[in-house]
């Protein structure tokens, strides 16, 4: 269904919805339309959506995905070098430590794989902090 159909037929729900013309008395059939019309509104809606964010100025690839697949607690720790008895204070001050250093701003003159490394591996630290986060809460 193209965008005209679709808009011609928002136009003729609002117009038979507010016309004193029912093929039904009651108003049970201007319900049936007021479905109808929130069924196609709502569609419209979404097409325009998808439509508008698909020509916006970040591309899909731009858009980074996590890796699929879950981190342990244990690998968490690992991977901020901290261990399981370490107060909260200790684990934030490890992560800021590990972020200062491997943040991909800081290797922004370096090589492209440097930059994708880095990004790949703040993804897996902000990760384990979150997991750790989750765990001393």
């Not at 011609?8 to 049936?32: A, G, K, N, R, T």
Request: hydrophobic share 40%.
């Amino acid at each position: 269904m193209n965008k005209y159909t679709l808009f011609f037929l928002l136009i003729l729900l609002v117009v038979y919805i507010v016309s004193p013309l029912d093929l039904f008395p009651f108003v049970f059939d201007d319900l049936i339309a007021l479905g109808f019309l929130l069924y196609f509104w709502r569609k419209f809606k979404n097409r325009k959506n998808q439509r508008g964010y698909n020509s916006g100025k970040r591309s899909q690839s731009n858009i980074k995905s996590e890796p699929v697949g879950q981190m342990s607690l244990d690998e968490a720790y690992k991977l901020l070098n901290v261990s399981h008895e370490t107060p909260w204070s200790e684990v934030q001050k490890a992560y800021k430590e590990k972020m200062a250093k491997s943040h991909p701003d800081k290797v922004a003159h370096l090589g492209k794989e440097l930059q994708e490394k880095a990004e790949e591996l703040t993804v897996e630290i902000n990760k384990a902090y979150n997991i750790i986060k989750r765990y001393k809460s």
